[in-house]
């Protein structure tokens, strides 16, 4: 077993890392929605975008800055 010793210890650095997981889940949640609604030909049609953010983005900006899909955990 090895074992690594710090002196000094952050624990924003940690919590940085926490934060960064959870936007990622909740992106992977709107471009699921997304995909959902695109399926179902009821997106509408200017929601487009060739890369990831700048489609979450107009999704965003058509639902609401701060929308989340109704199935997101509440964590």
């Not at 929601?47 to 955990?73: D, M």
Request: net charge negative.
């Amino acid at each position: 077993m090895e074992w690594l010793l710090c002196s000094h210890f952050y624990p924003s650095l940690l919590l940085g890392s926490f934060r960064v997981f959870e936007t990622e889940f909740r992106e992977l949640e709107l471009l699921d929605e997304i995909t959902k609604l695109r399926y179902e030909d009821q997106l509408p049609d200017h929601i487009q975008g060739n890369f990831r953010n700048p489609l979450i983005r107009a999704y965003q900006t058509w639902k609401a800055q701060n929308y989340v899909p109704e199935l997101t955990h509440p964590a």
